[in-house]
Nanobody, 129 residues
Framework: QLQLVESGGGLVQPGGSLRLSCAAS????????IGWFRQAPGKEREGVSC????????YYADSVKGRFTISRDNAKNTVYLQMNSLKPGETAVYYC??????????????????????WGQGTQVIVSS
């Protein structure tokens, strides 16, 4: 059975860094897109980044380009999100999710939460001084 478990969240000062991990079981990463999403209190869930299983291509929301890096370790079946230069407005619960990869999916859909069927439980990130 497909299972996703996030870890790595915590409290960090503005400008600091965190690395989130998404450990997947029950699926081979090379058949799936793994996405990272976040949801702040009172706001809709939004796409942050995703990585294709087929070729490892990463996609990013404009708001995080140049600061966040997504990567994967197929041997560990784990996807990472390195977050640098964090801002207070990025305080949220961060979720990873999985969806079967499809070459016809555009970057818009790859970062759309409604595309994804399988979700982890989330990890809290608090950016505050």
């Amino acid at each position: 059975q497909l299972q996703l478990v996030e870890s790595g969240g915590g409290l960090v000062q503005p400008g600091g860094s965190l690395r989130l991990s998404c450990a997947a079981s029950g699926l081979p990463l090379d058949n799936y897109v793994i996405g990272w999403f976040r949801q702040a209190p009172g706001k809709e869930r939004e796409g942050v980044s995703c990585i294709r299983g087929s070729d490892g291509t990463g996609y990013y929301a404009d708001s995080v380009k140049g600061r966040f890096t997504i990567s994967r370790d197929n041997a560990k079946n784990t996807v990472y999100l390195q977050m640098n230069s964090l801002k207070p407005g990025e305080t949220a619960v961060y979720y990873c999710a999985a969806q079967k990869d499809d070459a016809y999916l555009s970057s818009y859909w790859l970062l759309a939460p409604r595309l994804y069927d399988n979700w982890g439980q989330g990890t809290q990130v608090i950016v505050s001084s």
